[in-house]
Each structure stands twice: as C-alpha cells, then as structure tokens.
T-cell receptor
C-alpha cells in the first residue's frame, strides 16, 4: 500500500516568516509530486507540481524534491495570513490517480 | 475551477436509500476521478474513468458504482447509503498530455442519517 505521510500540525508561523511543510512517500518508483492548498470548506487547489530532483520556484512558493530520501517539501516565503490553510501533499499513483497525505494545517499569525 | 461542477452541493439522505452524485465538466477531458475526504483519512480514490463507458475501481469502491455515458458527465451512485458513507465527495479531472495534475470540483457534502 503506497503511503504519503505529513505532519498534521498545526504549524504556526508569524506573518512574513518562511513556512516549511514536509512530506515523505513510500513508493520509491513514484515520479510525480504535487502540493495542494485547501481552505476550510473548499476543494483542493493545485499550487505546485514537481517531477525532478531539486527545487522548483513559483512566486513565493518553492517545492523541493529528493527522490533518494523519498522526501518532498514546500516552502512558503513571506507568509501571509491568507496562506492559512491545510496543505496536501500528493504523489502520482499507478491508476493515474493521486495518493494524498492527510494534510498539514498552517496558521499564519498577523 | 477547470470547468467542473458537482451536483448536488449538499444532500441529506436516509440509510438504505440510493443516492447519485453528478460531476460535469465542460472541457472534454478523458480522465475523471471520484474521491472522498474524511477527517483522519485524507482524500481517497473511489472510482475513476478513462473514457466513455471505461471505468475502474479505486481504493474504497465497496458500496459505490459509477457510470460515464457521455464525456462530460461522471456519475457516482451509492446503491444503498450507509452512515459510513457520510463524507465530502470530490470529482477531479486530469487534462492529460502526459501530466498527472488533477483539478477538483467544488465538492458535495453528503450526510446519511
């Protein structure tokens, strides 16, 4: 059974700080990795995808992938109160589906 | 929102009744998915479709069936609803072109009493 693990949090950071969210996965053959943001009562929203080892930056977001360590992370720079949400890590599955972690709740304090 | 709608958005039903949830997309994407989201479990795949009349089971398919008679519609049916099927149901699409990216509909909150 393929698994994706995340710390459930809550992770609390002050406004303007860097938030660091982490994820590990069990299937060494996984090739695609995603971060979704989910506000309370809303649907998941794709914010980052990464396929190769290293860093991928998009605005204030940086995704980091280390396939040898089976580890994916998301950094949010200059965190804003509007970033407060649950962040879901997902890994591509064999059926074309995504396997999700349970999510990390982030709270950004003004 | 990737042109995905779900209906109904909220439903309360009684144990033992059949329930059908609808997912509608406007972009003619081939791949569609149904997930359920529950506290402590995250999002789990119920069924998926890779074309008209082509469907397959996911991780938690027991008690659910699906149909796809048109590209734009993917229906999820709870044959005889149970309280354990109280959940939020999300439909998702994959735009294809070799990508695993998925985009989600707004969700349906189902309560089985």
């Amino acid at each position: 059974q393929k698994e994706v693990e995340q710390n459930s949090g809550p992770l609390s950071v002050p406004e303007g700080a860097i938030a660091s969210l982490n994820c590990t996965y069990s299937d060494r053959g996984s090739q695609s990795f995603f971060w979704y943001r989910q506000y309370s009562g809303k649907s998941p929203e794709l914010i980052m995808s990464i396929y190769s080892n290293g860093d991928k930056e998009d605005g204030r977001f940086t995704a980091q992938l280390n396939k040898a360590s089976q580890y994916v992370s998301l950094l949010i720079r200059d965190s804003q109160p509007s970033d407060s949400a649950t962040y879901l890590c997902a890994v591509g599955g064999s059926q074309g589906n995504l396997i999700f972690g349970k999510g990390t709740k982030l709270s950004v304090k003004p | 929102d990737a042109g995905i709608t779900q209906s109904p958005r909220h439903k309360v039903t009684e144990t033992g009744t059949p329930v059908t949830l609808r997912c509608h997309q406007t972009e003619n994407h081939r791949y569609m998915y149904w997930y359920r989201q529950d506290p402590g479990h995250g999002l789990r795949l119920i069924h998926y479709s890779y074309g008209v009349k082509d469907t397959d089971k996911g991780e938690v398919s027991d008690g659910y069936s699906v149909s796809r008679s048109k590209t734009e519609d993917f229906l999820l049916t709870l044959e005889s609803a149970t309280s354990s099927q109280t959940s939020v149901y999300f439909c998702a699409i994959n735009p294809g072109q070799g990508s695993y990216e998925q985009y989600f509909g707004p969700g349906t909150r189902l309560t089985v009493t």
